[in-house]
Nanobody, 117 residues
Framework: QVQFVESGGGLVQAGGSLRLSCAAS????????MGWYRQAPGKQRELVAL???????NYVNSVKGRFTISRDNAKNTVYLQMNSLKPEDTAVYYC???????????WGQGTQVTVSS
Protein backbone atom coordinates (compact mmCIF):
# COMPACT_ATOMS: atom_id res chain seq x y z
CA GLN A 1 0.00 0.00 0.00
CA VAL A 2 1.36 3.43 -0.93
CA GLN A 3 2.70 5.50 1.95
CA PHE A 4 2.99 9.27 2.12
CA VAL A 5 5.61 11.44 3.84
CA GLU A 6 4.77 15.07 4.45
CA SER A 7 7.41 17.79 4.87
CA GLY A 8 7.92 21.53 4.62
CA GLY A 9 6.10 22.72 7.72
CA GLY A 10 7.51 25.19 10.20
CA LEU A 11 6.99 28.39 12.15
CA VAL A 12 6.08 31.46 10.15
CA GLN A 13 4.65 34.89 10.89
CA ALA A 14 1.19 35.86 9.77
CA GLY A 15 1.27 36.90 6.14
CA GLY A 16 4.14 34.57 5.34
CA SER A 17 4.34 31.56 3.04
CA LEU A 18 5.22 27.89 3.21
CA ARG A 19 5.36 25.11 0.64
CA LEU A 20 4.42 21.65 1.82
CA SER A 21 5.47 18.50 0.01
CA CYS A 22 3.94 15.04 0.07
CA ALA A 23 6.19 12.28 -1.24
CA ALA A 24 4.58 8.97 -2.18
CA SER A 25 6.34 5.63 -1.83
CA UNK A 26 5.20 4.59 -5.30
CA UNK A 27 3.71 6.05 -8.44
CA UNK A 28 0.89 8.54 -7.97
CA UNK A 29 -0.33 7.97 -11.51
CA UNK A 30 -2.75 5.33 -10.23
CA UNK A 31 -4.21 7.69 -7.62
CA UNK A 32 -6.93 9.75 -9.26
CA UNK A 33 -7.52 12.17 -6.41
CA MET A 34 -5.04 13.38 -3.79
CA GLY A 35 -5.91 15.62 -0.90
CA TRP A 36 -4.33 17.80 1.74
CA TYR A 37 -5.97 17.77 5.16
CA ARG A 38 -5.23 19.52 8.45
CA GLN A 39 -5.97 19.04 12.11
CA ALA A 40 -5.78 21.90 14.57
CA PRO A 41 -5.48 21.27 18.32
CA GLY A 42 -8.79 20.16 19.79
CA LYS A 43 -10.47 20.02 16.39
CA GLN A 44 -11.35 17.32 13.90
CA ARG A 45 -9.27 16.76 10.82
CA GLU A 46 -10.62 18.75 7.88
CA LEU A 47 -10.16 18.76 4.14
CA VAL A 48 -8.09 21.64 2.77
CA ALA A 49 -7.66 20.92 -0.95
CA LEU A 50 -8.09 18.22 -3.58
CA UNK A 51 -6.45 17.61 -6.94
CA UNK A 52 -7.23 15.04 -9.62
CA UNK A 53 -4.84 13.50 -12.11
CA UNK A 54 -6.38 15.81 -14.68
CA UNK A 55 -5.44 18.84 -12.61
CA UNK A 56 -8.91 19.72 -11.38
CA UNK A 57 -8.74 21.33 -7.95
CA ASN A 58 -11.09 22.11 -5.08
CA TYR A 59 -10.46 24.12 -1.92
CA VAL A 60 -12.19 24.70 1.36
CA ASN A 61 -13.57 28.25 1.39
CA SER A 62 -11.21 29.42 4.13
CA VAL A 63 -8.11 28.90 1.96
CA LYS A 64 -9.41 29.87 -1.49
CA GLY A 65 -7.16 32.44 -3.11
CA ARG A 66 -4.34 31.77 -0.63
CA PHE A 67 -3.45 28.09 -1.06
CA THR A 68 -2.57 26.23 -4.26
CA ILE A 69 -2.44 22.45 -4.59
CA SER A 70 -0.40 20.87 -7.36
CA ARG A 71 1.06 17.48 -8.24
CA ASP A 72 4.09 16.21 -10.11
CA ASN A 73 3.43 12.61 -11.05
CA ALA A 74 6.95 12.23 -12.44
CA LYS A 75 8.26 12.88 -8.92
CA ASN A 76 5.38 11.10 -7.14
CA THR A 77 4.86 14.28 -5.15
CA VAL A 78 1.94 16.53 -4.28
CA TYR A 79 2.49 20.10 -3.10
CA LEU A 80 0.56 22.71 -1.16
CA GLN A 81 1.71 26.30 -1.63
CA MET A 82 0.38 28.38 1.24
CA ASN A 83 0.48 32.17 1.02
CA SER A 84 -0.91 34.92 3.24
CA LEU A 85 -0.90 32.54 6.17
CA LYS A 86 -3.09 33.30 9.16
CA PRO A 87 -2.87 32.10 12.78
CA GLU A 88 -6.00 30.01 12.17
CA ASP A 89 -4.04 27.99 9.60
CA THR A 90 -1.99 26.54 12.46
CA ALA A 91 -2.40 22.77 12.34
CA VAL A 92 -0.74 19.49 11.46
CA TYR A 93 -1.07 19.01 7.71
CA TYR A 94 -1.48 15.61 6.11
CA CYS A 95 -1.82 14.32 2.58
CA UNK A 96 -3.71 11.23 1.54
CA UNK A 97 -5.28 9.43 -1.36
CA UNK A 98 -8.99 10.01 -1.75
CA UNK A 99 -11.13 7.03 -2.70
CA UNK A 100 -14.85 7.30 -3.34
CA UNK A 101 -14.81 10.77 -1.85
CA UNK A 102 -13.16 9.75 1.40
CA UNK A 103 -9.51 9.69 2.53
CA UNK A 104 -7.92 6.34 3.29
CA UNK A 105 -7.86 5.30 6.93
CA UNK A 106 -4.06 5.12 6.87
CA TRP A 107 -2.36 8.45 7.69
CA GLY A 108 1.26 9.59 7.72
CA GLN A 109 3.02 11.61 10.40
CA GLY A 110 1.99 14.94 8.98
CA THR A 111 3.93 18.19 9.12
CA GLN A 112 3.36 20.92 11.70
CA VAL A 113 2.52 24.42 10.51
CA THR A 114 2.50 27.17 13.11
CA VAL A 115 1.54 30.72 12.21
CA SER A 116 2.30 33.41 14.77
CA SER A 117 0.37 36.65 14.96
Amino acid sequence: QVQFVESGGGLVQAGGSLRLSCAASESTLTINVMGWYRQAPGKQRELVALISTGGNTNYVNSVKGRFTISRDNAKNTVYLQMNSLKPEDTAVYYCNAVLAGRPRNDWGQGTQVTVSS
